[in-house]
């Protein structure tokens, strides 16, 4: 049977069973053979007298596969048994030998198993409660920092304001106030900032215990989990700041300081910074689970790219052949295809001049896409075919998709398989294909059972795997990772938001067309969902965006509804 090495499941885009020529999702793991299996494979597996016995799991379920290790003294036999007493690993012929005998004797695969577990919890405690927790106090230290900056700065306003009343008689006194909480501001405010120092040092400090647990964790360091000890240090405790108060004074020509205030502490003792136990850390371990996922697959493109401070206008192309441009694709050479809501479907080169039409079936859907060999392929929704055109403009029944109508499509620039959106009756979905038009995987609904699509009429591919649609019906972006799992969905900035064109770039964002009839924009996202811009607009001279795309040289191409025009802007640096 294969089985894939380690370097090439750290490659795959989702995991693959491991029975020989089955490329389905392994969603089990025998626990036996240490092998991932499909539905199909695990029922089979269970049927075959050789393996029938075997314990087969939910993946993330799996037991982790014991690392071989062979004894010294008896080089034939491999260590399996762990001895309580002298703290080893050991074969089954030490065993035999008075040195052992009448030792506690244990499985040495039980044993790594439970060390392993002992230390993954370690290592997990780092990454989803402690860092998030420091993180979180750190965050309450930052509010802090405005709470005092905004409590000081009102007291100062009442200060002056009392001030007003007094003329030129206080003008004295208020001065020495002023300077007053300046004084107490600088003090509370550099105790903050020992306190987010503190934590920065603590912060470090998990990080690197977290390395050091990674080394530990390692088949090659297994022996060390016998020998090393589990502590981590407690999170540092400090005081949130107690800010003063102002208190109103009255005021006469003897005794204007008595009659203006004065600013000083209150009789209030320091109330503790609450941290939160570990035992209620899900919230916190979500979300590190999501930075921790995305911080693994940044494109190496961010350490030179940014955004530009402004979207700079390039170039415009009038596309011969169509009314409108309701999607773009570029090509790997530069030429690019164009589509309007009539079927019209037309290949151009930079100068823009036509290459080649063809009549199809689409409408105001992303319904072609460039792939990595440079072909284009295309849907037709009314035939249930997917269609390919290569460099020689032959085109050619790719995928049938059976009783499903193909309405969006697009070719992974990370992997070249192919994601569909699909419709059929009142449900809808994505399924992945492989780049030979093999089917791999379907999403239709949440782990609620709840259908995640109704018209995912655009759809894209982030950097870290995200598949993001459009989706009209419901007014919403939907995003799922790779494994069909929901992200998040983005509403828009306004009451009315209608999503059209997407793409995203190699800095993870997502770039999204809206059409609502006061908006006609562009909204940049970042990979998360969060809101960043408004990209293009009306000021832009943008009216009613529909296709959007961006190219290996960060182009942005923007189509629109009644112009054949495709304008070209730079927005990152």
């Known amino acids: 049977m294969f089985k894939p090495s380690d370097e090439q499941a750290a490659m795959q885009h989702y995991l693959v069973c491991g029975t020989e020529d089955c490329q389905k999702n392994g969603q089990f793991y025998c626990n036996a053979c240490h092998l991932p299996l499909c539905v199909q494979c695990r029922n089979k597996h269970k049927k075959t007298p050789n393996t029938k016995n075997h314990e087969i799991v939910i993946y993330r379920h799996r037991k982790q596969q014991f690392p071989v290790e062979i004894c010294q003294d008896h080089p034939t036999r491999n260590k399996e048994l762990f001895c309580r007493e002298c703290s080893i690993p050991i074969c089954s012929k030490c065993y035999t030998l008075k040195e052992h005998k009448g030792h506690d004797i244990d499985d040495l695969e039980e044993i790594y198993a439970d060390k392993y577990a002992d230390w993954q919890g370690e290592f997990s405690k780092i990454q989803k409660y402690f860092l998030p927790t420091s993180n979180s106090l750190k965050s309450d230290i930052e509010e802090d920092f405005s709470q005092i900056k905004n409590i000081m700065e009102s007291i100062r306003t009442s200060l002056k304001t009392e001030a007003e009343s007094l003329k030129n008689l206080v003008d004295e006194v208020t001065s020495e106030s002023i300077e007053n909480t300046h004084t107490i501001e600088k003090s509370l405010l550099k105790m903050l900032k020992s306190q987010e120092t503190k934590y920065d040092d603590y912060i470090a400090y998990l990080w690197k215990m977290s390395d050091e647990f990674q080394e530990y964790l390692s088949i090659t360091n297994q022996k060390l989990l016998f020998t090393k000890t589990l502590k981590i240090q407690s999170i540092p405790e400090t005081t949130k700041p107690v800010p003063p108060v102002f208190t109103a004074g009255r005021f006469s020509k003897n005794d204007i300081t008595k009659f203006l205030g004065k600013v000083n502490f209150p009789n209030t003792k320091p109330e503790k910074r609450k941290i939160q136990p570990m035992e209620a850390e899900s919230a916190h371990m ?12 940044k494109s190496d493109m961010k350490q030179t790219l940014s955004l530009s401070s402004s ?29 309007d809501d009539s079927g019209n479907l037309v290949q151009t080169d930079l100068l823009g001049n036509l290459l080649q039409k063809i009549q199809t079936s689409g409408t105001s859907q992303g319904y072609h896409t460039a792939t990595q060999d440079g ?5 037709d929704s009314d035939k249930k075919v997917i269609y390919r055109i290569t ?25 070249g398989d192919i994601l569909v959106g699909m419709r059929k009756d009142r ?3 994505v399924t992945r294909y492989s780049k030979a038009g093999k089917e ?16 995912p009429h655009y759809i894209t591919e982030n950097i870290n795997g995200d598949i993001c649609t459009s989706e009209i019906h419901n007014d919403k972006v939907v995003v799922v990772n790779k494994s069909g799992q929901p992200r998040f969905s983005y509403t828009g900035k306004r009451s009315e938001f209608y999503p059209w064109g997407i793409c995203t770039d190699v800095l993870g964002h997502i770039l999204v067309c809206d059409i609502a009839s006061r908006s006609n924009t562009v909204h940049l996202l970042d990979q998360d969902g969060g809101f960043l811009s408004i990209i293009l607009s009306s000021q832009q001279g943008i009216n009613r965006p529909f296709g959007i795309c961006v190219d290996d040289e960060n182009n942005l191409y923007v189509g629109q509804d009644g112009t054949n025009t495709v304008t070209v802007y730079k927005y990152l640096q």
């Open 440 to 455: 791999i995987q379907n999403i239709l609904r949440d782990n609620q059972e709840r259908g995640l699509y109704s018209n």
């Open 375 to 379: 072909d284009l392929i295309y849907t």
């Open 311 to 339: 979207v700079t206008k390039v170039r415009e192309y009038s596309i011969p052949g169509v009314d409108s441009a309701y999607h773009v694709s570029v090509e790997i050479s530069g030429r690019f295809w164009v589509s």
């Open 427 to 429: 449900e809808a979905k």
């Open 391 to 415: 460099q020689d403009r032959k085109i050619t029944e790719f995928i049938k998709t059976g009783d499903w109508n193909p309405i969006s499509i697009h070719s992974s620039r990370i992997t």
């Open 286 to 297: 979500k979300s590190t689970e999501k930075l921790l996922e995305q911080s693994k697959e």
